[in-house]
């Protein structure tokens, strides 16, 4: 079935590292989205990604979805504590209105 | 607006008693969609409503689970009998009609836990 695989699973890294997190699609997406959940929160969306080959910037947040609308990355540039949580992709296809959502990149800051 | 609503935050509970979950989505919202997460699943989609209409229920575990929506402002799920394995948290969401209709708005979701 289709499916949108996330890598990594964790990232440790010190504060004022950068941090990335990438997914892959089965299939050709409609858009992508990105969601944001504290630990003990609930997710919450930060963007979508619609054209091939879009990328679009939040503060240190950049965002990118693939030519081939397949894949598509997050990077964090010089992490803060703030920016503690997991990082989910989501997939959409219009034809069955499902997102298709990645496993989570869990980003942690060492101590 | 007060975002979706989900009650109650916390249950603990037995095993084989009936637990019903409750959500209220954002007003204006067509589509409502109940999640589960657990740390071995991650993120799965049980079921999603459109107009209150029941679209996609393939992802409902088995039988003890079911979901209702008799209006636009109101959903429940109820798992009868719940099982330890049920305990997870349960997230309620729901999305705007139009262009922006993929984008989900979650509550702050149900700690189960089945004892």
């Known amino acids: 079935g289709q499916q949108v695989m996330q890598i990594p699973q964790y990232q440790h890294v010190q504060e004022g590292e950068d941090f990335t997190t990438y997914c892959n699609s089965s299939?050709?997406?409609?858009?992508i989205q990105w969601y944001k959940q504290r630990p003990g929160g609930h997710p919450v969306f930060l963007i979508q990604?619609?054209?091939s080959g879009e990328v679009k910037k939040q503060k240190r947040l950049t965002f990118q979805f693939g030519e081939a609308k397949k894949n598509s990355s997050l990077h964090i540039t010089a992490t803060q504590t703030t920016d503690v949580g997991t990082y989910f992709c989501?997939?959409?296809?219009?034809?069955?209105?499902?997102?298709?959502w990645g496993a989570g990149t869990k980003l942690i800051i060492k101590p | 607006d007060a975002g979706v609503i989900q009650s109650p935050r916390h249950e603990v509970t037995e095993m084989g008693q009936e637990v019903t979950l409750r959500c209220k989505p954002i007003?204006?919202?067509?589509?409502l969609f109940w999640y589960r997460q657990t740390m071995m699943r991650g993120l799965e989609l049980l079921i999603y409503?459109?107009?209150?209409?029941?679209?996609?229920d393939s992802g409902m575990p088995e039988d003890r689970f079911s979901a209702k929506m008799p209006n636009a402002s109101f959903s429940t799920l109820k798992i009868q009998p719940s099982e330890p394995r049920d305990s997870a948290v349960y997230f309620c969401?729901?999305?705007?009609?139009?262009?922006?209709?993929?984008?989900?708005?979650f509550g702050a979701g149900t700690r189960l836990s089945v004892l």
């Open positions: 969401a729901s999305s705007l009609p139009g262009q922006a209709k993929n984008i989900q708005y």
């Open positions: 007003s204006g919202h067509d589509y």
């Open positions: 409503f459109n107009n209150n209409v029941p679209i996609d």
């Open positions: 299939t050709t997406l409609s858009n």
């Open positions: 990604l619609v054209k």
């Open positions: 989501a997939g959409f296809k219009v034809s069955n209105y499902q997102l298709i």
